[in-house]
């Protein structure tokens, strides 16, 4: 079965050169005439790895291509998702798979609301990769994906498949816990490197913030009936400080480059889910309202 790779950025560009490479029938789905065309005249995606780098010249089309999707990976930014399926949603074959490959929570839920026909799998990855310009991908780190679906349990057999491309992964039975856990510490380190304006290791300088904020964080995971993704999250936000201390943020990354964040998906999720529950986490919500005036101030979305 064809994968679809909608998201030819970072992470949609190292599955998709990944599953090829494994002699898996790939096709990226681009926006429009536009970016196929210049797509076409790059020549395919340049994976640059520690040893080398290489052209892979996979097929592309564009959203309005008339062929079916039996399966699809939606490797877009979590603010870009719910357009994206509305637009692809005519094309999904009956009984279709998605694997959703975003950030925080909340798009999640949107999606599977737009496609009821579809099996939404949501998927948690620790992999590093960056886009070095416009179709050219470094692979920065080997990580780790999960993959879930909170509505059915059974693992799907092309976890196989992911297998023989090298795409390390498990199948979670709670994959709604590690995305919270993984937007936790999100929460807990971006922002705050924004608003430092400083490496992940500069929060080392800022130990009782980094604190009062993980307390808070648990307190929400608890009440959100996810204990186990709130254990022991102080201690990890602490290492991954120190085992990342040299290295800049996403959130910092698309601040300093111009970019809309994520928010809305990750600190923005987390106090609207404080709200509803009418759980008071005063430096949660303060945090979230400088960073969201820090956004206006430079002219970014702050949503």
Request: proline letters at 5%; hydrophobic letters at 45%.
């Amino acid at each position: 079965m064809t994968w679809h790779v909608l998201g030819a950025g970072s992470l949609g560009s190292l599955w998709a050169v990944r599953l090829a490479r494994a002699g898996l029938p790939v096709r990226l789905i681009l926006r429009n005439a536009e970016r196929l065309a210049s797509y076409e005249q790059a020549g395919g995606l340049t994976l640059v790895e520690p040893e080398h780098s290489q052209l892979y010249p996979l097929d592309a089309q564009t959203v309005a291509a008339p062929e079916p999707i039996e399966r699809l990976l939606l490797a877009c930014k979590a603010y870009d998702a719910e357009a994206a399926i509305t637009e692809l949603a005519p094309r999904l074959a009956p009984g279709a798979e998605l694997i959703l490959l975003q950030n925080g929570l909340g798009s999640q839920d949107a999606v599977a609301a737009r496609v009821p026909q579809a099996r939404c799998i949501f998927a948690s990855s620790t992999e590093g990769a960056f886009r070095e310009g416009d179709w050219r991908v470094v692979f920065a780190g080997h990580g780790h994906t999960w993959l879930g679906d909170p509505q059915n349990l059974a693992a799907p057999p092309w976890l196989t498949e992911l297998e023989h491309a090298g795409i390390a992964h498990d199948w979670s039975l709670d994959i709604l816990g590690r995305l919270w856990r993984k937007l936790a510490l999100n929460c807990a380190i971006n922002p705050l490197t924004v608003l430092h304006d400083c490496r992940n290791g500069g929060l080392a300088e800022h130990p009782a913030e980094v604190a009062t904020l993980c307390a808070e964080l648990v307190e929400l995971l608890t009440t959100c009936g996810q204990a186990d993704a709130a254990k022991g999250l102080e201690q990890e936000v602490r290492r991954v400080i120190q085992a990342t201390a040299a290295n800049y943020s996403s959130m910092h990354q698309d601040v300093a480059q111009g970019r809309r964040t994520e928010i809305g998906y990750l600190l923005g999720h987390a106090c609207a889910t404080a709200r509803r529950h009418r759980l008071s986490l005063p430096h949660l919500e303060a945090l979230h309202g400088r960073l969201l005036d820090s956004l206006r101030a430079r002219g970014l979305p702050s949503h």
